[in-house]
Nanobody
């Protein structure tokens, strides 16, 4: 059974930094695409960043240059380093893994950026 457990969210002032982690268990994910999505109140869930099994990355335009996604296949973990945070980055952040023919989601972690 695949499980994703996120950590690292919290409250930070604008301009600050946070690092999110997502530990996956229940399988081996070295060949899976791993990523982060977010959902702000009243808005649809949107892609933040994804990293392929080969290490290629894709970012939303709104976070390019500020966020960095990375993965550690030995630990089955994906990270999101967030810097220069803005109030509009406030959202619940969800870890996502595309594994085989299935998509898996974490429970979400709240990130709140105060102005």
């Amino acid at each position: 059974q695949v499980q994703l457990v996120e950590s690292g969210g919290g409250l930070v002032q604008a301009g600050g930094s946070l690092r999110l982690s997502c530990a996956a268990s229940g399988s081996t994910f070295s060949n899976s695409v791993m990523g982060w999505y977010r959902q702000a109140p009243g808005k649809q869930r949107e892609l933040v960043a994804v990293v392929s099994s080969g290490g290629s990355t894709t970012y939303a335009d709104s976070v390019k240059g500020r966020f960095t996604i990375s993965r550690d296949n030995a630990k089955n973990t994906v990270y999101l380093q967030m810097t220069s945070l803005k109030p509009e980055d406030t959202a619940v952040y969800y870890c996502n893994v595309a594994h085989g023919y299935s998509m898996y989601w974490g429970q979400g972690t709240q990130v709140t950026v105060s102005s």
